[in-house]
């Protein structure tokens, strides 16, 4: 939805303080890295070590930072 008052511009990323660019690419960089390590997770552990279905837990995982986070709580069996 967009504002008709015209006072609302779209900021650029390159326009931002070096600050907040550097917040964002850090937060990117460890969703990324969340990201990677549950799909790697899944794909080396055996399914009797998952709760519930590989698939379900692959998908979820591209929910920023809940669906990795919550594989490693609740996802993986203990031992």
């Known amino acids: 939805m967009t ?11 390159s326009d931002l303080p070096t ?9 990117g960089a460890v969703q990324l890295a969340l ?8 794909q080396r552990r055996p399914a009797d070590q998952i709760r519930g279905p ?3 837990w692959r998908l979820l995982c591209f929910i920023n930072f ?6 490693f709580r609740w996802g993986r069996r203990t031992q």
């Not at 504002?3 to 990323?13: L, T």
């Not at 907040?20 to 937060?27: A, Y």
């Not at 990201?35 to 899944?42: G, P």
């Open 19 to 27: 600050e907040k660019r550097v917040g964002i690419s850090l937060l």
């Open 35 to 42: 990201l990677i390590a549950a799909q790697l997770d899944i």
């Open 3 to 13: 504002c008709r008052c015209g006072s609302h511009q779209r900021q650029r990323f």
């Open 54 to 56: 590989k698939l379900r």
């Open 66 to 71: 809940i669906g990795p986070l919550s594989y």
